[in-house]
């Protein structure tokens, strides 16, 4: 059960740097603030890379060739997932963004049977629907503005599919490296990813928006705090990615729904209805039946 410790770290330190993210999109926008998670995270990923290979006393991994591909996929639908995510956040209330993309499981079980072989027993397979049905629930919300919900669900939805296919990559990639030391496998394939997000973004800033680059230095403080948060959780994913399959990974982080939440009421001064109840106690069951089966 050491990956279900992993992922409930990662989630809770992924709540607090999306909670940071949203807020920077208002001055930095939506490419400024996705950008920030990379460009502050990977010097942090570095520093994690030097400690467990000193600690462990393993050498550098020498990837072969197949790493590549399922590192690229990973850090690219990452990227891309990130700044859909905080589209939708923009859009509507935290929690409910948070609902849209956390459908993200059933987009993992499928892209993780197809690409890696993963297996889904019948318990876990119940269990995914049940809190993904959570998460759809949660979203479910009528209004004037249903062009707008309709989009932002599109969007949302779309953001989960693209971070299915990054977790898909980045455990591929893990497992590619075939290490007999799984701390040191997620650990340099989280710091490679990083590396190449924060060398592509900041390379596409540079050519296209610098003002926006010059807003990240002035805004160094926040967003130093958001870098390594996303790096502190990015290590916790690919270490619970290491032990078991991405679907299981994804499933239990469906208790951020309850982390965002808080934040949601807390924070952000959101109200939750009842219907938001209701799906939040779906997704309580469908990760409790999840961690019951292992």
């Known amino acids: 059960m050491l990956w279900a410790v992993f992922t409930l770290i990662a989630a809770a330190a992924q709540t607090a740097r999306n909670a940071m993210q949203r807020e920077l999109t208002v001055t930095l926008g939506t490419v400024g603030a996705t950008h920030v998670r990379f460009l502050f995270g990977f010097p942090f990923a570095l520093l994690f890379l030097a ?3 000193i600690a462990t006393g393993a050498g550098l991994p020498h990837p072969p060739p197949v790493f590549w591909p399922w590192v690229f996929a990973g ?33 993992v079980a499928l892209f993780g049977l197809i690409f890696l072989g993963d297996k889904i027993t019948p318990v876990a397979g119940i269990a995914i629907l049940l809190a993904t049905a959570g998460v759809i629930v949660i979203s479910l919300k009528g209004g004037a503005n249903s062009e707008g919900s309709a ?19 980045f455990r591929g990639a893990i497992l590619s490296l075939n290490l007999p030391d799984f701390i040191v496998a997620a650990t340099f394939t989280v710091t490679v990813g ?10 596409y800033l540079l050519l296209r928006d610098r003002k ?45 729904v309850l982390f965002a939440q808080g934040v949601t009421y807390f924070v952000f001064k959101q109200p ?12 309580v069951i469908g990760v409790a039946l999840l961690v019951w089966a292992h």
Do not use: C, D
């Open 51 to 53: 400690g467990v290979l």
């Open 75 to 107: 850090a690219f639908t990452q990227i891309a997932a990130t700044a859909t995510m905080l589209s939708v956040m923009g859009q509507r209330s935290f929690v409910v963004a948070y609902a849209y993309i956390k459908t993200e499981p059933v987009h």
């Open 151 to 169: 989009r932002s669900t599109a969007i949302g939805l779309f953001s989960g599919a693209l971070f299915g296919l990054s977790a898909i990559g």
């Open 194 to 203: 990083l590396v190449i997000q924060a060398t592509v973004l900041s390379v």
């Open 212 to 256: 926006v680059l010059q807003a990240i230095v002035r805004a160094w403080r926040p967003s130093l705090f958001a870098g390594f948060m996303g790096a502190f959780a990015s290590e916790f994913w690919f270490l619970a990615f290491a032990i078991t399959s991405a679907a299981n990974v994804r499933t239990l982080a469906l208790v951020e």
């Open 272 to 283: 939750t209805t009842a219907r938001e109840s209701v799906g939040i106690v779906m997704v």
